[in-house]
């Protein structure tokens, strides 16, 4: 089965600094990835996807994730964090090929930034 | 309605009580899926409907957890004789597209289930 890991419970980010939220997964097959993050008494919002084409993927709210084969990591980035950058995130993939695949997430990872 | 609206917002149960949730997706939504998360875990998959068809309900956890979509819209997700490990947040989202997250669900902000 396809499963995805986010080594760190949280990470703190000074604002204005660039950031880094870290997943690396394991799928045979190609690998279909995606970035959620969770706010506070909010529901779960989709940032980006990865399903092929160019490695590095643009999403929602100047956020970008790099996509790297040989080391089957998929880290979600910014430039310059905010402070309402603030959240749950969470990295998912694909379990599998078919459309009807079920989505697995990781257990997310807290980003706190620093005013 | 302009997302997807879960209700109760919040359910405290009695173990042993029964529970219905209910989820309202997106108008004209094709799919729709059950999440179950646990305190400090990430969302785990439960069941997907396509309209009113359930495809996979592989992640029903027990067959005291049921899911219905009986007219292709509204779902419930009922859970008989509760326990005190069916405690988490439960999330349904939608799409307007069959499949699983393509291209990405919109989300319910969930519903919070506590089991004393």
């Known amino acids: 089965a396809q499963s995805v890991a986010q080594p760190e419970d949280q990470v703190n980010v000074a604002e204005g600094n660039p950031l880094t939220v870290k997943c690396t997964y394991s799928v045979s097959g190609n690998p279909y990835l995606f970035w959620y993050v969770q706010y506070p008494n909010r529901g779960l919002q989709f940032l980006l996807k990865y399903i092929t084409g160019d490695n590095l993927v643009k999403g929602s709210y100047g956020f970008e994730a790099e996509f790297n084969k040989s080391q089957t990591s998929f880290h979600l980035k910014k430039p310059s964090a905010l402070v309402s950058d603030s959240a749950l995130y969470f990295c998912a993939v694909r379990d599998g090929e078919n459309r009807d695949d079920k989505i697995i997430f990781g257990k997310g990872t807290r980003l706190h930034i620093l005013p | 309605g302009a997302g997807v609206s879960q209700s109760p917002r919040y359910k405290v149960a009695k173990r042993g009580q029964d529970v219905a949730l209910r989820c309202d997706p997106i108008s004209g939504h094709v799919s729709l899926f059950w999440y179950q998360q646990a305190l400090g875990q990430g969302p785990e998959f439960l069941t997907y409907?396509?309209?009113?068809?359930?495809?996979?309900k592989s992640g029903l956890p027990s067959d005291r957890f049921f899911a219905e979509r009986p007219e292709g819209s509204v779902s419930t997700l009922k859970i008989q004789r509760t326990q005190q490990e069916d405690s988490a947040v439960y999330l349904c989202?939608?799409?307007?597209?069959?499949?699983?997250?393509?291209?990405?669900?919109?989300f319910g902000s969930g519903t919070r289930l506590t089991v004393v």
């Open positions: 409907f396509q309209n009113e068809a359930q495809l996979d």
């Open positions: 989202a939608s799409s307007p597209f069959p499949g699983q997250l393509l291209y990405g669900y919109t």
